[in-house]
């Protein structure tokens, strides 16, 4: 009984109006170099990978920047509440710092993205035939051919359109924005929690020992959030990303002590 196939899966090239959508899905469509290098799998382990990424960044921050000053106050003076003063100034300046940074970053891309959904609508109103075959030239791209591209791109549209490009063109999942708030607290909370670090180790420790006993605390801990960062970030070469982070966090911490020792025996 070869009458019982689907009607809907007839081939559609046997059409005028196939054939024109057909033409049309080409590799050729200038939507493709534009969107060539956009990063289009966004799978939740990856999100994941990329969330622990930024609060080692945090952390690695934190670390370093208030390590940095309690070490140069330390340079100076040997009064812990001078260097107390100065940790705390460090450790709420640079988390608003953090949180604010990264507020206006995330909101910047909300934006866009709000832009981009819009732009997406409009177009889908507005030229619905258009986007069918970019769709289907995307699904193309994807491995399926022009035939059944056209036909899976017929199916997602009459079903999510908005939603089948959001995902497919531009790598956006509508249900899933971040939210600048979100991002600002973890941000800085990271970075609190790295300042702590130097922070308990220049005012715990005995005077005579806090100095460099910070200097290889920070060092250590930089050599594991440096060689983490990498590694959640995909880098095969996380020793040197550790060795990296350890040098320049070690000249940070150099270069403040030196500067506040010269200045302490000036102003003394
Ligand atoms: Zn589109």
């Given at each position: 009984m070869t009458a019982s196939v689907e009607p809907s899966l007839s081939p559609l090239s046997r059409t005028t109006e196939g054939e024109n959508l057909l033409a049309r899905v080409s590799h050729e469509n200038p939507v493709f170099d534009f969107h060539g290098d956009e990063p289009h799998a966004n799978?939740?382990?990856?999100?994941?990978?990329?969330?622990?990424?930024?609060?080692?960044?945090?952390?690695?921050?934190?670390?370093?920047?208030?390590?940095?000053?309690?070490?140069?106050?330390?340079?100076?003076?040997?009064?812990?509440?001078?260097?107390?003063?100065?940790?705390?100034?460090?450790?709420?300046?640079?988390?608003?710092?953090?949180?604010?940074?990264?507020?206006?970053?995330?909101?910047?891309?909300?934006?866009?993205?709000?832009?981009?959904?819009?732009?997406?609508r409009h177009e889908l109103a507005t030229d619905p035939d258009s986007e069918l075959a970019e769709l289907a030239g995307l699904l193309t791209q994807r491995g399926l051919s022009k035939h059944t591209a056209l036909q899976a791109a017929r199916e997602l549209t009459a079903k999510d359109a908005l939603g089948s490009h959001l995902d497919f063109e531009l790598g956006i999942d509508a249900e899933d924005i971040p939210s600048p708030w979100t991002a600002a607290l973890a941000s800085a909370g990271a970075f609190l929690l790295g300042a702590l670090l130097p922070t308990l180790l220049i005012l715990l420790l005995p005077v005579s020992i806090r100095i460099p006993a910070t200097f290889i605390g920070v060092l250590v801990a930089l050599a594991i959030t440096g060689a983490l960062g990498a590694k959640w970030g995909g880098s095969p070469r996380y020793v040197r990303a550790a060795i990296r982070v350890v040098v320049g966090g070690g000249l940070a911490l150099a270069a403040t002590y030196l500067i506040g020792m010269l200045l302490g025996t000036a102003i003394a």
């Open positions: 799978s939740d382990y990856q999100e994941k990978l990329n969330r622990l990424r930024a609060a080692v960044l945090g952390a690695n921050d934190g670390i370093v920047s208030v390590a940095a000053t309690v070490v140069g106050v330390a340079g100076a003076t040997t009064s812990t509440s001078a260097i107390g003063i100065a940790a705390a100034a460090a450790v709420v300046g640079g988390s608003i710092s953090m949180a604010l940074g990264e507020f206006v970053s995330v909101s910047s891309q909300v934006d866009s993205q709000h832009a981009l959904i819009e732009k997406e």
